[in-house]
């Protein structure tokens, strides 16, 4: 019995000869998001930590300790809020920006001046706090700018009403930011959270004061380590087991010394008990005996004789060890192990620092992006919404973003690098105002004498004659000045150091 093939296997043309069927993609639009975040979130705690002692609100108290008594984090604190000090916001503009988005770019910038404390006061903070805490909670209030607009008077939880000092100095009737009011991670009480665990505010509670809710539509919120969650995920977690275990190292080490200093063995040679006057004179007689000054001595009841005894401390070396690397641990969960490298240890590479400093710089530069992008996703989409009507002419909302720290330029090692590498790369006029202005000791050109450099005025030193183009033999060509030669030569040698010392190719 014969069987028929249904699925006959047809050739290669007549494939191709068969018309295509047309794929259609359907998008339902109105379908809701399914699912949650998976955030270990209940009535508005977030226990994501692994320890229960480091869940929120519980845990402010712990991180503020080690913020203000753990050296190695006040160290970090310090270098984030110098290095903060040095940063500028950056507002991003098309290619062919229009007269508006030029206009809008000074509104952003003048509004960063404008409103209390200025961009400096805004960054120092957050950078102090963030890293720290794993997250930081503005309230961004908005104004008029109008030197003669008053804001309204801000009512406490008593009822009383305190008036607002703040007035614009701006003249232009937009509206902007007139403060970012940090509100201390030590009052927080809950996020208000929607059934999908999203955040939607932050709640406070400030004693005496009630809670009081703050909506994210009216705030700045900036999350470190965790974008997930809104408490981020604060480095702190790992330096608190360290500096726990540093801590009780730290007190060995200081009993051990005490006793390798000399302690006081006192012994009683006849029976019966201590009377309180006997234990009055040992009280004395140590404190006499033990007391750093010349002339100690001590009158013994009787029936009683003492000895100051000391012993070797042998485990000092290495507990002294123990408690160096514990310490470089908690700098390097921050990336700022350099701190130690050389100046903590008795041992370390200066390349090893130059590295690591590279890479605490770096991790800090990445930190300030991840701050400004939130910044601009907030505030900025803010202010875009509340003004765009005052900008028709706008190609697109201009990207707020924030510079970065610069390492210093070694002027010795660049020295004797350029002397290996002269001549190789040409550099214009541009570039060598551009370097001497980064180099910050450095005057810049005169822009108005562009074809001068160390003082030669002649033609542009960069721009040489091409013997294939010209028609003659490379013999044949001009000679260039000794002075503008030497020239050429430091300018190259100061770009391609610039470029190696950046790590371009």
Same mark, same amino acid.
């Given at each position: 019995?014969?069987?028929?093939?249904?699925?006959?296997?047809?050739?290669?043309?007549?494939?191709?000869?068969?018309?295509?069927?047309?794929?259609?993609?359907?998008?339902?639009?109105?379908?809701?998001?399914?699912?949650?975040?998976?955030?270990?979130?209940?009535?508005?705690?977030?226990?994501?930590?692994?320890?229960?002692?480091?869940?929120?609100?519980?845990?402010? =108290?712990?991180?503020?300790?080690?913020?203000?008594?753990?050296?190695?984090?006040?160290?970090? %604190?310090?270098?984030?809020?110098?290095?903060?000090?040095?940063?500028?916001?950056?507002?991003?503009?098309?290619?062919?920006?229009?007269?508006?988005?030029?206009?809008?770019? =000074?509104?952003?910038?003048? =509004?960063?001046?404008?409103?209390?404390?200025?961009?400096?006061?805004?960054?120092?903070?957050?950078?102090?706090?963030?890293?720290?805490?794993?997250?930081?909670?503005?309230? %961004?209030?908005?104004?008029?700018?109008?030197?003669?607009?008053?804001?309204?008077?801000?009512?406490?939880?008593?009822?009383?009403?305190?008036?607002?000092?703040?007035?614009?100095?701006?003249?232009?009737?937009?509206?902007?930011?007139?403060?970012?009011?940090?509100?201390?991670?030590?009052?927080?009480?809950?996020?208000?959270?929607?059934?999908?665990?999203?955040?939607?505010?932050?709640?406070?509670?400030?004693?005496?004061?009630?809670?009081?809710?703050?909506?994210?539509?009216?705030?700045?919120?900036?999350?470190?380590?965790?974008?997930?969650?809104?408490?981020?995920?604060?480095?702190?977690?790992?330096?608190?087991?360290?500096?726990?275990?540093?801590?009780?190292?730290?007190?060995?080490?200081?009993?051990?010394?005490?006793?390798?200093?000399?302690?006081?063995?006192?012994?009683?040679?006849?029976?019966?008990?201590?009377?309180?006057?006997?234990?009055?004179?040992? %009280?004395?007689?140590?404190?006499?005996?033990?007391?750093?000054?010349?002339?100690?001595?001590?009158?013994?009841?009787?029936?009683?004789?003492?000895?100051?005894?000391?012993?070797?401390?042998?485990?000092?070396?290495?507990?002294?060890?123990?408690?160096?690397?514990?310490?470089?641990?908690?700098?390097?969960?921050?990336?700022?192990?350099?701190?130690?490298? @050389?100046?903590?240890? @008795?041992?370390?590479?200066?390349?090893?620092?130059?590295?690591?400093?590279?890479?605490?710089?770096?991790?800090? @530069?990445?930190?300030?992006?991840?701050?400004?992008?939130?910044?601009?996703?907030?505030?900025?989409?803010?202010?875009?919404?509340?003004?765009?009507?005052?900008?028709?002419?706008?190609?697109?909302?201009?990207?707020?973003?924030?510079?970065?720290?610069?390492?210093?330029?070694?002027?010795?090692?660049?020295?004797?690098?350029?002397?290996?590498?002269?001549?190789?790369?040409?550099?214009?006029?541009?570039?060598?105002?551009?370097?001497?202005?980064?180099?910050?000791?450095?005057?810049?050109?005169?822009?108005?004498?562009?074809?001068?450099?160390?003082?030669?005025?002649?033609?542009?030193?960069?721009?040489?004659?091409?013997?294939? %183009?010209?028609?003659?033999?490379?013999?044949?060509?001009?000679?260039?000045?000794?002075?503008?030669?030497?020239?050429?030569?430091?300018?190259?040698?100061?770009?391609?150091?610039?470029?190696?010392?950046?790590?371009?190719?």
């Amino acid at each position: 019995m014969s069987r028929k093939n249904h699925n006959p296997i047809k050739s290669f043309s007549e494939l191709a000869a068969a018309p295509k069927q047309e794929t259609q993609v359907r998008i339902l639009l109105n379908q809701p998001e399914k699912g949650t975040s998976g955030l270990k979130e209940w009535a508005g705690f977030i226990s994501e930590a692994y320890n229960q002692q480091l869940f929120w609100p519980g845990v402010s =108290d712990i991180y503020s300790r080690l913020r203000t008594s753990c050296p190695e984090i006040v160290m970090i %604190a310090r270098a984030f809020t110098s290095w903060a000090r040095n940063i500028t916001p950056v507002v991003d503009l098309p290619e062919d920006a229009s007269d508006d988005d030029k206009r809008y770019q =000074d509104f952003i910038l003048s =509004d960063f001046d404008n409103m209390e404390g200025g961009f400096g006061q805004y960054l120092e903070t957050a950078v102090a706090r963030t890293p720290f805490d794993g997250f930081a909670w503005f309230s %961004a209030v908005p104004s008029l700018r109008l030197p003669g607009w008053v804001p309204p008077p801000f009512v406490d939880g008593n009822g009383v009403k305190w008036p607002d000092d703040w007035r614009s100095e701006a003249d232009d009737g937009l509206i902007g930011i007139r403060r970012l009011a940090y509100r201390d991670s030590s009052t927080f009480f809950g996020w208000d959270m929607n059934g999908q665990k999203r955040v939607q505010g932050f709640i406070q509670q400030d004693f005496p004061y009630g809670q009081v809710t703050l909506p994210l539509k009216d705030s700045l919120h900036h999350q470190f380590g965790d974008p997930n969650n809104p408490e981020g995920n604060s480095p702190l977690q790992a330096v608190w087991r360290l500096e726990r275990i540093k801590f009780g190292l730290e007190v060995i080490q200081g009993i051990g010394f005490e006793h390798s200093a000399g302690y006081l063995n006192v012994q009683k040679t006849e029976t019966g008990t201590l009377s309180d006057t006997d234990k009055q004179n040992i %009280a004395d007689a140590a404190r006499a005996i033990l007391t750093a000054q010349e002339g100690n001595y001590a009158a013994w009841p009787y029936g009683i004789t003492g000895e100051v005894k000391d012993i070797s401390f042998s485990s000092a070396a290495s507990l002294l060890e123990a408690i160096k690397h514990y310490s470089i641990l908690m700098l390097s969960v921050y990336m700022m192990q350099f701190i130690a490298l @050389n100046t903590m240890t @008795n041992t370390g590479a200066q390349a090893s620092q130059v590295d690591s400093t590279n890479m605490g710089v770096f991790t800090f @530069n990445s930190m300030l992006d991840g701050f400004a992008k939130q910044y601009d996703d907030q505030i900025g989409k803010r202010l875009y919404k509340w003004n765009k009507d005052s900008f028709p002419g706008m190609t697109c909302r201009p990207k707020i973003k924030f510079s970065h720290v610069r390492n210093n330029l070694d002027m010795g090692a660049l020295g004797s690098f350029l002397n290996s590498i002269s001549g190789i790369v040409p550099l214009g006029n541009d570039d060598m105002k551009a370097l001497r202005k980064e180099a910050g000791w450095m005057p810049e050109n005169n822009p108005e004498d562009d074809d001068i450099i160390n003082g030669v005025k002649g033609p542009n030193l960069t721009t040489t004659p091409d013997a294939g %183009a010209a028609g003659y033999a490379p013999e044949d060509m001009p000679e260039q000045k000794t002075e503008q030669t030497d020239a050429q030569a430091t300018a190259d040698m100061i770009r391609m150091a610039k470029n190696v010392y950046r790590g371009r190719k």
